[in-house]
């Protein structure tokens, strides 16, 4: 059986010969680079707006309380248990619409607050000592 030779070739080019051969494929790779950060940036832009719907959505939930939150914090957890219980809200539209409440306690240092719902009854302690 014969064995299969081994050739090496050498060929020299030109600069401009080699950058002649390698420039459809660094168009393509240009073209797919721009294409990614322009994904990345509508992603991120996307985020960003999500993000500031969500800012400006707590802050009118904010200015329209009726009950004084002292921080963000006590009004996204305000928000997070409403969101939790939104089924109990939406069984009890038929029933009069009973939303959850906060139960206010003052401690002379500050105010406790407590979420409770309405329909199943379930509480949560809002409270933010840290701004107190």
């Known amino acids: ?3 299969k030779e081994d050739f090496e070739v050498t060929v020299k080019l030109s600069k401009e010969a080699v950058a002649d051969i390698v420039k459809p494929y660094k168009d393509v790779i240009d ?14 832009s996307a985020k960003i707006r999500e993000l ?8 009118h939930l904010l200015e329209m309380s009726p009950v004084t939150f002292d921080s ?10 409403c969101k939790k219980h939104e089924k ?3 069984s009890a539209k038929e029933n009069g619409g009973k ?3 906060i139960v206010l306690n003052g401690t002379g240092v ?5 979420v409770i719902c309405q329909v199943c009854g379930k509480e949560q ?8």
């Open 110 to 114: 500050g105010t406790c607050k407590k």
């Open 99 to 101: 939303v959850p409440y």
């Open 31 to 44: 073209s797919l680079e721009k294409r990614i950060q322009r994904l990345l940036d509508n992603a991120e």
């Open 125 to 132: 302690d809002i409270t933010d000592i840290s701004v107190w």
């Open 52 to 59: 500031e719907i969500e800012n400006a959505h707590l802050k």
């Open 88 to 90: 109990c809200q939406l």
């Open 1 to 3: 059986m014969k064995q």
């Open 72 to 81: 963000e914090k006590e009004l996204k957890a305000y928000k997070k248990f």
